[in-house]
């Protein structure tokens, strides 16, 4: 329904328009959308276009603004005359001058192609704004006073930076620690391998300080034998159950960051490479022995002779496929550690490629320098006792034949397994690869819901209540990272992010970087929820999504859908929104069958209010209609930087925006066919194992939900070809017109939509 | 948001970061998100740095500018970042928590609102070197950066401003938009601490005797590979033989040039294994029958990018051998790479139609040190303290890093920003 408003239109005046466009057509059309004021301007966006429209607010009141020059994203500065006044930017440059040729008459009804896109995008934008509001979040959700503090998962040295980063920057911190004491791994550790200059010696860990550090800090409460029993709510106001013996413990928490570290990869599945023999240690139990302040071997005398056997268990398919990042680190720390402490002891260690990146380079030099110490490169192909030693086979070396290298004592050096994953299942999850964003295998969760498969197989931790499972959704290998390399803290849990090796292997200095991220982060969202606006990547957003409950059909689409699992479901199975988990991509909305989930300004009625905002040519004028939605996120950036290009579109296609494929509602395509438009494209961003949907999975859903849409078509009579899903990076850009042209051609074989002209 | 172009103009602000790659734009936007008020400040015409210039990241084979567009609508309309391009850092005073930072913002000479000139600029009589093609090509006196360049605006090049045919032309202008007369101009920013993130360069492969890296057009660097297979680059990202337009039958990448050598680079730069490998697939990608020789010391393919190296190990094509490529000689039929085995000094020869060097990271901290006292290693990176401090380095400028971990860097770097800017 549209609204009343007071609309002011502003076309730019310069040689291309008027040799493009009728002024008085485009005149007609902003006057047929009743606008109160109508504008050519030259020079329209600059500081004097902005004052010139900002005068004309005041004078006439003016509620909305469409303003037709060039894309929002080449010139963002300008415009911007407050939430209650909404401005539309129509890139008439770049949807239609620059990338279409001028008509030889624009006046001319039968010819005039690309004056009709111009008046279109101008119906279309107008209509947009009749039917929109501004996001008024406060109205629309209850009262609420958000925590701002930051609970931690794991006192190891990532849970300590964390803590530590997020209380000096001036947030409250609970500190979460499963065992008795802080330190995690990296305390039972006395040295650590150098991250200053020379770079070339051993230094002594620094966890005991970084302890000090975090006890001495009044704004962080440690929490020792603790963990947690249950997370409900949502960002800003998590209610956290917490378990330490006696009674659980609620406390409500703002944001989440989940440092819960590694375990060792288990030994004792590495019998081939001696494991099980006598003097043959993994690198944690020497590094017992180094704590204890002496090698021995099994008989109690110091060993003469020191093997390792890099990537024990790690770059090897039946066990760790992933190469664990520390471990030739490790080793070469040992070898120092030997010298320091047996003089005469030979160290050989046994690798597949020796990996110090960095000015670890330097550290690996040093201990080339030690004439004690052999680096062989090979694959260990037996290890077998012999005497009282170890004998190791290894083939495949530089040589290229076969070697054998005796030693006392052989040490494993065994990779990192993410606490995050059940370690019986890391080989098997190497089949099935990553966790699909459209798993739709279902389990049950302890209150008896539904949930969503993929981070049921690992270890439960931070057991949410969410209907979508108990814990971060996981990557291959059981690693709850980000899947995206310039977003390293996206995750699929609003305000929940992981940190140091639980998301990947990492040393201690890298998981100490990662951790003071994941701080950031932890405290950017508290920031963000108590201000109602999103998080990445629609960040500072303050639209929200509204649920007309009174007309659902619990059908749980919507929850099922949701990305970021915002959405819980009561017994019924009726959604219960979680604002403050919400990122604002519109899935739910492009997935509701009635219509009801629409944002202030995104919604199911305005974007079908905008297709039928000009009149569809007739069939006989030969002007098919082709209705093109274009995800906002790659697509749209790449269709414009075409047009920068100045390639050339079809000047049959219709553009609408949208915020991810995944919020196109179905009833917009039948909306669309009973509108006329003889084709429907949705062009969204690249989906499947290496998605590039900035949502994860909207455009995967959008291509699914389609497959539905063609049943609807046979049951028109109508071809399936006339609705079409593409996924497009950014950078194939020069695609696009590609992509046009070919549905132009189809809807050529296949002839006009027979239901046009009713 | 980009600067509002006052001639001289002072500021507050929480931080300043100082470089506008990929590390820097994150450290901003982060902070920014987080409640800070941040001055971005980038040497070049845009944001985007190095990233902007490769074709795909690995080990997703994704585009940088996927990732940029989501920074850059972060950064438009968010009024806490104030972005200076063209812009240096020419002083520093003051210490930790009190700074003041005095920049130097160096003529555009084209307006914030003038319109675009892509049908004009292809009028323009003069050319210069195009260092966003890393030399492989010209580019006009006046261009627009890259495609989705953030700020989007237009560029004049300094050194053409001056030229009498240039000058001439330029009366031609279809709007308004371009000021020859326009000078520097100078901001000085008040601020608690400063980022340094001015990244990487690639190191000089010219250096290396033997190579002839710069005396034949077939022996390029990975940098210029990018370029050579992005659409947007110079060949319209056809992979050729630069010197005769040919196709590209055999092609060696030569690991660690420069890295892992102490009269070079004697630190390993990190990334050029996992980097090679991935233009091993865009050869591939193209010439599904060529030759791929890659000569390494160690193939270093840290966690999960393990999975990436395997793949293609596994592929024929591709062949890997231990050893370093220590000369490259022009002869008939392509070009003769030797390479050594480093264990036993055996020497092999190879002819290939094109050579890749893999050239490292080169800390930009290296030959251009920040105007004040910082902390800086023996090979030019700035050192790392645990803690806050009033001027901390981001992402390569600590040490050579992959996107991802650059990325995890730049983020903690914001809140280093958040602990100064609330300490003072």
């Not at chain 1, 609003?494 to 940190?499: D, G, L, R, T």
């Amino acid at each position: 329904m549209a609204l009343d408003v007071k609309l002011g239109v502003y076309v730019v005046k310069d040689k291309e328009t008027e040799e493009y466009l009728s002024i008085d057509r485009m005149e007609e059309a902003a006057k047929e959308e009743k606008a109160v004021v109508f504008k050519m301007v030259e020079n329209l966006t600059s500081p004097e276009g902005e004052e010139l429209i900002r005068k004309d607010i005041e004078e006439h009141g003016l509620d909305r603004i469409l303003v037709m020059d060039r894309s929002y994203r080449a010139y963002p500065q300008y415009f911007d005359f407050g939430t209650e006044i909404l401005v539309e930017r129509v890139p008439l440059k770049e949807w239609v001058i620059w990338s279409h040729d001028p008509d030889d008459d624009p006046d001319d009804e039968d010819e005039n192609h690309t004056q009709r896109i111009a008046e279109d995008y101008l119906h279309m934008f107008a209509v947009r704004l009749q039917n929109i509001k501004p996001p008024k979040p406060e109205e629309l959700k209850e009262p609420i006073t958000y925590a701002k503090n930051v609970l931690v998962l794991g006192g190891g040295v990532a849970g300590l930076r964390s803590a530590l980063d997020a209380a000096l920057a001036g947030y409250e911190v609970e500190l979460v620690e499963k065992e008795a004491q802080l330190g995690g791994w990296a305390a039972k550790f006395g040295k650590s391998f150098p991250t200053r200059p020379p770079y070339d010696k051993l230094v002594n860990s620094n966890v005991s300080e970084l302890i000090e550090k975090v006890m001495g800090n009044d704004k962080i409460n440690v929490r020792l034998s603790t963990t947690v029993k249950k997370i409900t709510g949502a960002p800003g106001r998590f209610m956290v159950n917490l378990q330490n013996g006696g009674e659980p413990e609620e406390i409500k928490i703002g944001s989440v960051i989940q440092a819960t570290g590694w375990k060792p990869y288990d030994a004792t599945k590495l019998g081939h490479l001696g494991y099980g023999e006598k003097n043959v240690v993994t690198n944690i139990q020497f590094e017992e022995m180094l704590s204890s302040g002496a090698i021995k071997l099994d008989n109690g005398s110091a060993p003469k002779s020191i093997a390792f056997i890099q990537c024990a268990g790690s770059r090897d398919k039946d066990h760790l496929p992933y190469c664990s990042a520390v471990c030739c680190r490790a080793s070469l720390k040992h070898a120092m550690q030997i010298r320091e402490l047996m003089p005469d002891t030979k160290v050989y260690i046994l690798y597949k490629d020796i990996r110090s990146p960095g000015q670890y380079e330097l550290f690996y030099q040093a201990a080339q320098n030690d004439p004690g110490f052999f680096f062989t490169k090979g694959e260990v192909v037996n290890v077998a006792a012999n005497g009282g030693g170890l004998k190791i086979d290894l083939d495949e070396t530089l040589l290229g034949d076969q070697i054998t290298v005796e030693a006392d004592m052989l040490v494993l050096a065994t990779g990192m397994v993410p606490t995050t994953k059940v370690e019986d299942t890391v080989a098997a999850t190497v089949e099935g690869g990553e966790s699909k964003p459209d798993a739709k295998v279902e389990e049950t969760t302890e209150d008896g819901k539904k949930a969503a498969s993929g981070a049921e197989k690992g270890a439960k931790i931070l057991n949410l209540t969410y209907r979508q499972g108990t814990d971060l959704p996981t990557l291959k290998y059981g690693f709850p990272d980000s899947h995206f390399i310039c977003f390293p803290y996206e995750t699929r849990r609003s305000a929940i992010f992981a940190a140091g090796c639980v998301r990947a292997p990492m040393d201690t200095a890298q998981a100490a970087n990662d951790a003071a991220g994941a701080a950031l982060k932890a405290v950017q969202a508290v920031e963000l929820v108590e201000q109602n606006r999103a998080l990445h990547p629609r960040s500072r957003d303050l639209s929200w999504p509204n649920f007309y409950l009174s007309r659902c059909t619990q059908c749980k689409r919507c929850t099922e859908d949701c990305p970021f699992g915002a959405l819980d479901e009561d017994v019924k199975g009726t959604p219960k929104p979680n604002t403050e988990r919400c990122r604002r991509c519109g899935t739910c909305m492009g997935a509701c069958p009635e219509r009801i989930i629409n944002f202030e300004n995104y919604s199911v009625p305005s974007g079908s209010a905008m297709m039928k905002a000009f009149e569809m040519p007739e069939e006989d004028m030969e002007m098919p209609r082709i209705l093109a939605f274009v995800c906002e996120n790659d697509a749209l950036p790449a269709l414009e930087m075409a047009a920068q290009k100045r390639m050339k579109f079809s000047s049959n296609v219709r553009i609408i925006p949208v915020r991810c494929l995944g919020s196109v509602n179905l009833v917009w395509i039948t909306n669309a066919l009973d509108a006329g438009y003889d084709a429907i494209m949705l062009i969204g961003c690249k989906h499947g194992d290496d998605y590039q949907c900035h949502f994860v999975r909207g455009s995967e859903l959008a291509e699914y939900r389609m497959g539905n849409v063609q049943e609807k078509l046979k049951q028109m009579s109508l071809e399936e070809e006339r609705v079409q899903t593409y996924s497009i990076a950014i950078d194939e850009w020069h695609k696009i017109p590609g992509l046009f042209e070919a549905m132009d051609e189809t809807v050529e074989e296949v002839g006009a939509n027979p239901f046009k002209d009713f | 948001m980009p600067d509002n172009g006052a001639a001289e103009s002072r500021l507050k602000a929480g931080v300043v970061v100082v470089g506008g790659g990929i590390a820097g734009i994150t450290t901003a936007v982060e902070a920014s998100e987080a409640g800070l008020d941040v001055v971005l400040v980038e040497r070049e015409a845009t944001l985007g740095g190095r990233v902007a210039r490769l074709n795909h990241y690995f080990p997703k084979m994704c585009p940088p500018s996927c990732g940029l567009e989501i920074n850059f609508r972060r950064l438009r309309d968010n009024e806490k970042v104030e972005i200076y391009t063209l812009s240096e850092v020419e002083k520093i005073e003051g210490s930790e928590g009190n700074y003041t930072v005095t920049i130097k913002v160096n003529p555009r000479y084209v307006k914030p609102w003038a319109g675009d000139y892509t049908e004009w600029a292809k009028t323009c009589p003069v050319e210069v070197e195009d260092d966003f093609n890393y030399g492989l090509c010209k580019r006009k006196g006046l261009y627009f950066p890259f495609e989705n360049a953030y700020p989007s605006q237009w560029i004049i090049d300094a050194s053409v401003v001056n030229d009498p045919k240039f000058q001439e032309w330029v009366k031609e202008c279809p709007d308004n938009g371009i000021d020859l007369t326009e000078q520097s101009r100078t901001v000085v920013v008040e601020c608690a601490s400063i980022a340094w993130a001015t990244g990487w360069k690639p190191y000089d492969a010219s250096k290396i005797d033997l190579l002839n890296y710069g005396k034949h057009p077939d022996i390029v660097t990975n940098v210029q590979m990018e370029r050579l297979c992005s659409h947007a680059g110079p060949t319209g990202g056809k992979l050729v033989k630069l010197s005769d337009g040919g196709e590209v039958k055999s092609v060696a990448f030569l690991q660690c040039t420069g890295s892992r050598d102490e009269n070079h680079l004697p630190f390993c730069s990190g990334v050029c294994c996992t980097a090679s490998l991935k233009q091993a697939s865009y050869v591939l990608d193209q010439y599904p029958d060529a030759d791929v020789h890659m000569f390494y010391i160690d193939v270093r393919t840290p966690g999960r990018l393990e999975d990436f190296y395997q793949e293609r190990q596994a592929i024929e094509k591709i062949q890997l051998h231990r050893g370093k490529g220590i000369k490259v000689d022009p002869v008939d039929g392509g070009l003769e790479v030797t390479a050594e085995n480093t264990l036993t000094g055996e020497l092999k020869k190879y002819t290939v139609d094109l050579v890749v060097l893999a050239t490292g990271m080169e800390p930009a901290t290296r030959t251009e040190k920040p105007p004040i006292d910082a902390e800086l290693d023996e090979l030019g990176f700035m050192v790392q303290n645990d803690d806050a401090s009033g001027i901390y380095g981001v992402g390569t400028t600590v040490r050579p890093l992959g996107v991802a971990e650059t990325l995890q860097d730049a983020t903690g770097a914001a809140i280093k920003a958040l602990h100064m800017a609330r300490r003072s």
